[in-house]
């Protein structure tokens, strides 16, 4: 059974510093999605890494894939108010066959 | 270009009743997910379609869930009868297909309380 972990599940940080969410999973996938939810709105995809070394960059985030190590990271530079936010990730084995979400990484960015 | 659409986008009913949430996805996608979430926690697959087939039914608790995608565009997601229990957030997603990117687009979700 696939599992999908994320750490911190929790995690408050001053506005322009930096930090990172980490993401691991049990099985063996290339293909990975982080999304953003804010409180009662739907996920927006953010990142769709699809092989290992992939990196993705969108202003203040940046999401990165290692196959090999199962593990993906959100990195967050000089954090804003506005990326707060609940983070996940989700892992997808066989072509669609097993689509499984992370808990969720709740982010706090306080002035 | 229209996002994924779900309606209603609030339910609040008694145990027992019956209940049902629709959901259009975006033109040309021909994958369609339903997730049950909640509070706190990541989405869950119930079901997944691509066109009109269900392809992935294996967490739906078919006891009291049923799903219809006729057409291969707009999905239906029944429960009945509802329990306390069932109270969560039930989003939509669709796609082009689980090759490729197998990029998932949410709806904004139906939350149903059960009293």
């Known amino acids: 059974e696939l599992k999908v972990e994320q750490n911190p599940l929790f995690l408050s940080m001053q506005e322009g510093k930096n930090y990172t969410i980490y993401c691991n999973y049990s099985?063996?996938?290339?293909?990975l999605y982080w999304y953003r939810q804010d409180p009662g709105k739907s996920l927006e995809s953010l990142f769709v890494l699809l092989s290992n070394g992939a990196v993705k960059q969108e202003g203040r985030l940046m999401a990165s894939l290692d196959t090999k190590a199962r593990l993906s990271t959100l990195h967050i530079t000089a954090a804003v108010h506005d990326l707060s936010a609940t983070y996940f990730c989700a892992v997808d084995i066989n072509y669609g066959q097993n689509f499984v979400f992370g808990p969720g990484t709740r982010l706090s960015v306080l002035p | 270009e229209a996002g994924v659409v779900q309606s209603p986008r609030y339910k609040i009913i008694e145990k027992k009743q019956p209940v049902a949430f629709w959901c259009n996805p975006i033109s040309g996608h021909n994958t369609l997910y339903w997730y049950l979430q909640n509070l706190g926690q990541g989405p869950e697959l119930l079901i997944r379609?691509?066109?009109?087939?269900?392809?992935?039914d294996s967490q739906l608790p078919k006891d009291r869930f049923s799903a219809e995608r006729l057409k291969g565009v707009d999905s239906t997601l029944k429960i009945q009868p509802a329990e306390l229990g069932d109270s969560a957030v039930y989003l939509c997603?669709?796609?082009?297909?689980?090759?490729?990117?197998?990029?998932?687009?949410f709806g904004p979700g139906t939350r149903l309380t059960v009293l």
């Open positions: 997603a669709s796609g082009v297909g689980t090759s490729g990117r197998n990029e998932q687009f």
């Open positions: 099985t063996t996938s290339d293909r």
């Open positions: 379609y691509e066109n009109e087939e269900a392809v992935d």
